[in-house]
């Protein structure tokens, strides 16, 4: 069982940067994506940016540019540097892991307890 816990969530100006993280108690071996999704209130939850085993990332218009997502393997961790926050960016962050079948089935998903960012106009 992977367990995922965040940390690095807060308040912050408009302009200015935050960082989190996500480590995952388990290992998560195989094809795998990490990403950081985050919910608004009232708002559906949307995926900010991903990245693969492989090192691939992608990443939602609206952050593109300004945020940054990187993994470490060895420490089964991914991080999200965001900066030039804006008031639209707030939201509850929440971590994700999906692990894959050879043939690209969904074997796991787990997810972080997310964390609160606050960014102010």
């Known amino acids: 069982q992977v367990q995922l816990v965040e940390s690095g969530g807060g308040w912050v100006q408009a302009g200015g940067s935050l960082r989190l993280s996500c480590a995952a108690s388990?290992?998560?071996?195989?094809?795998?994506?990490m990403g950081w999704y985050r919910q608004a209130p009232g708002k559906q939850r949307e995926l900010v940016a991903l990245?693969?085993?492989?090192?691939?990332?992608n990443y939602a218009d609206s952050v593109k540019g300004r945020f940054t997502i990187s993994r470490d393997n060895a420490k089964n961790t991914v991080y999200l540097q965001m900066n030039n926050l804006k008031p639209e960016d707030t939201a509850d962050y929440y971590c994700?892991?999906?692990?894959?079948?050879?043939?690209?089935?969904?074997?796991?998903?787990?997810w972080g307890q997310g964390s609160q960012v606050t960014v102010s106009s």
């Open positions: 994700n892991a999906k692990t894959f079948s050879l043939l690209g089935s969904t074997l796991g998903d787990y």
């Open positions: 990245i693969t085993s492989g090192g691939s990332a």
């Open positions: 388990g290992r998560i071996n195989g094809r795998n994506a």
